[in-house]
């Protein structure tokens, strides 16, 4: 059986850390309004399929594992942090409005893959992402989990964080939204690399 107010207690925990802006929400606000919106759903999906990555974790008990292996957690930490940094930094670089969109070269399909590959790697090292499943989401559930529950659990991460980004990624790709980001992309892309690198930053200093 399904354990309900389990999954309850997990909604409730996931849908306000999931709402929180950082990294991943920049990533698709950014894709939104500098690539087509296809390539914006592309980096949702990789968003959402590292989710039910760290989710499964978090109730498999990856956080008694960085409980007991403090070495592990802070690696982690340092290479999300140093991933957001090396990001932000490239999107400064290319704040030029000549320069062109970050990994949106090649054509559709490779557009596509590319933002895809983007939303995994953008999550996977969002220290954000990690600290959340490792300590809030995994406190929330249950120590042992049935396989209803645990299907159950992951099925609401899926359909909030799809719903949550795929919405923000869809109103942002209006053309008008995105025609203003093309007047402003200097100043935007500046921006948005400054806020990541500031991320980062933060991630990387805090004990």
């Known amino acids: 059986m399904?354990?309900?107010?389990?999954?309850?207690?997990?909604?409730?925990?996931y849908i306000v850390g999931v709402v929180?802006?950082?990294?991943?929400?920049?990533?698709?606000a950014h894709k939104a309004v500098s690539a087509r919106r296809s390539e914006a759903f592309a980096l949702v999906a990789g968003i959402v399929l590292v989710n039910l990555f760290w989710a499964s974790s978090a109730l498999l008990g990856v956080g008694i594992i960085f409980a007991?292996?403090?070495?592990?957690?802070l690696a982690v930490k340092v290479a999300g942090a140093g991933y957001?940094?090396?990001f932000g930094y490239r999107l400064i670089a290319h704040?030029?409005?000549?320069?062109?969109?970050?990994?949106?070269?090649?054509g559709v399909n490779s557009g596509f893959r590319s933002a895809f590959l983007q939303g995994v790697a953008t999550n996977i090292a969002n220290p954000k992402s990690v600290a959340f499943y490792a300590a809030v989401f995994s406190s929330a559930a249950p120590a042992h989990?049935?396989?209803?529950?645990?299907?159950?659990m992951l099925l609401e991460v899926a359909v909030v964080a799809s719903l949550w980004y795929g919405l923000?990624?869809?109103?942002?790709?209006?053309?008008?939204?995105?025609?203003?980001y093309r007047r402003s992309k200097a100043w935007i892309d500046r921006a948005c690399g400054t806020l990541i690198i500031v991320l980062g930053l933060?991630?990387?200093?805090s004990r």
Do not use: E, Y
């Open 2 to 13: 399904i354990d309900m107010p389990a999954v309850l207690a997990v909604f409730t925990v």
């Open 20 to 28: 929180i802006p950082g990294p991943n929400f920049v990533a698709v």
């Open 68 to 73: 007991l292996f403090p070495w592990l957690a």
């Open 84 to 86: 957001l940094i090396w």
């Open 95 to 106: 704040a030029a409005p000549g320069s062109g969109v970050i990994g949106a070269a090649g």
């Open 145 to 152: 989990v049935s396989m209803p529950t645990f299907a159950a």
């Open 168 to 180: 923000v990624a869809l109103v942002l790709s209006h053309a008008p939204i995105a025609s203003a």
């Open 202 to 205: 933060r991630q990387l200093l």
